[in-house]
């Protein structure tokens, strides 16, 4: 099993992505990891190479530049060479913590897509804080690929997340929800109703209906559906307030006073686990799904320990099978009369 890493993609790189592979080399004993970079560099963190195979690469996308432009004129970028040894057979899998676009251009056009799916969605994985439903997270699909949708594409995201939950985090007859502004079957944009129609119809769906966003963290669904741009403003909110209250949390028994501060020593389990739940860390990257190859991406700002939970849940794809299974899938799909694209 070979993993192609962007190690120069992201505003840690290269160290937190080295950190997160020498943490994940030590526990995957099955797994080798391909580090696509400046050679001098990458051997300057790296010393001991077992597993570790670096590729000196001249270029670097940065945040800054134009994802189609990028792939194209930046051909030995760490980004673009680590996409090509995954278009090539040379890996089984691509990461990168770096620019966004460029990642999903080029899992598009150099990785490719599983013939069958029209809009490739990204799927993130975020908490549910409430105890006792599922296995306490749910799926924002898309959450930033397309900032365009049609209903039909909303439509393609539930059948796709649908997969995903079952054969990725094992969850039977997975709850399928649509992001809108309000629960009720009438309300929303053109948009919403007419996918909502689409998902409604699908008996084979277990379409809980329309979700708002207040109720996504107490566990409303197990699958959320949304339209690139909206799924995006969602996820970057729900990160942003779990930081804000954190740190809110945090300041506050600072202020507090020595009361305070006992109170807080006497609930520190209690915190910890609240930490535990709302850290994004542990649940891996955002999944391009529809991809020929897993495609995984993490944040710009990742750490090392993000980056080895990331290389965690890879592992976890292509240990089962994931793209094999979802092409297969897709067949099935098109023998009930449910083609998800005429291609």
């Known amino acids: 099993m070979k993993i192609a890493i962007d ?10 992505v080295v950190d997160g592979v020498l943490k994940a080399r030590d526990e995957f004993k099955d797994v080798e990891f391909l580090l696509y ?9 790296v010393s001991n190479t077992e597993r570790i195979e670096i590729i000196h690469t001249t270029e670097v996308i940065d945040m800054n530049d134009e994802p189609v432009r990028a792939i194209r004129r930046k051909k030995d970028s760490s980004l673009v060479q680590a996409a090509q040894a995954v278009k090539q057979g040379q890996a089984d899998a691509l990461f990168s913590c ?13 990785v490719g897509r599983v013939k069958g799916v029209s809009r ?7 908490p549910i804080l409430k105890a006792g ?12 690929a397309n900032a365009d949708s049609k209903p039909e594409h909303l439509y393609q995201y539930a059948l796709l997340g649908k ?6 985090r094992g969850l039977k007859n997975p709850r399928i929800g649509l992001l809108n502004n309000g629960t009720e079957p009438h309300k929303g944009s053109k948009l919403t109703l007419e996918a909502h129609q689409l998902i409604a119809a699908d008996k084979s769906l277990n379409f809980v209906g329309n979700v708002e966003s207040r109720d996504l963290l107490t566990g409303a669904c197990d699958v959320l559906v949304a339209d690139g741009f909206t799924g995006n403003a969602v996820l970057k909110s729900i990160e942003g307030t779990a930081s804000a209250t954190l740190h809110l949390l945090k300041d506050s028994i600072m202020e507090a006073g020595f009361a305070g501060k006992l109170g807080a020593l006497m609930l520190k389990g209690v915190f910890s ?3 535990g739940k709302m850290d994004q860390s542990q649940y891996g990257g955002a999944v391009l799904l529809g991809a020929k190859a897993p495609v995984v991406k993490a944040h710009g700002d990742s750490d090392g320990l993000t980056v080895y939970y990331t290389l965690k849940q890879i592992k976890t794809m292509i240990d089962g099978q994931v793209v094999p299974k979802f092409t297969a899938y897709l067949e099935e799909l098109k023998e009930d009369g449910k083609a998800i694209s005429k291609d």
């Open 163 to 168: 997969y995903y939950a079952e054969n990725v």
């Open 133 to 144: 439903i599922g296995d306490g997270t749910f799926n924002l699909l898309d959450s930033g």
């Open 273 to 275: 686990e609240l930490k």
């Open 120 to 126: 490739p969605g990204l799927l993130s994985t975020l």
């Open 7 to 16: 190690a120069m993609g992201g505003d840690n790189a290269p160290q937190s």
């Open 37 to 45: 970079g400046d050679q001098d560099q990458l051997k300057a963190l």
């Open 98 to 110: 770096g620019n966004t676009g460029a990642l999903l251009t080029a899992g598009l056009l150099i």
